[in-house]
């Protein structure tokens, strides 16, 4: 299952042609029961079971969360709400330009 989300995580940031845009290294890589990007070392979105989360602007993802867009995000069932990030539950991947805009700002906030 891991194999999964690591081939739709890379090829959503494939699709996106981040390095068009950006100069900081990124990488996919497995993590737990799906994929992660990181960006300078740093996690930034993932992509698993529970949908795709992006780290975000605290307040940007505070206000997806409660207009319902997106839900808070877990690593864990039981673990605490990782501040920051978006859920976005069932996700189309092939909305590219929304993926896309998300992404991008989470690559531009300083590692936290």
Do not use: C, H
Not at 76 to 89: C, I, M, N, R, T
Not at 97 to 112: D, H, T
Request: aromatic share 10%; proline share 5%; no cysteine.
């Amino acid at each position: 299952m891991v194999k999964e989300y690591f081939e739709k995580l890379s090829k959503l940031i494939i699709e996106l042609d981040l390095e068009a845009e950006v100069d900081v290294p990124t990488e996919v890589k497995d993590f737990y029961t799906g994929a992660v990007l990181y960006v300078n070392k740093a996690i930034r979105v993932s992509l698993s079971p529970v949908g795709l989360a992006i780290k975000l602007p605290e307040k940007k993802a505070e206000t997806l969360i409660k207009n319902g867009d997106a839900k808070p995000f877990k690593y864990y069932s039981k673990g605490p709400v990782k501040q920051g990030y978006a859920l976005f539950e069932s996700p189309d991947l092939t909305n590219i330009e929304e993926w896309k805009r998300y992404i991008l700002e989470s690559i531009q906030l300083k590692s936290q």
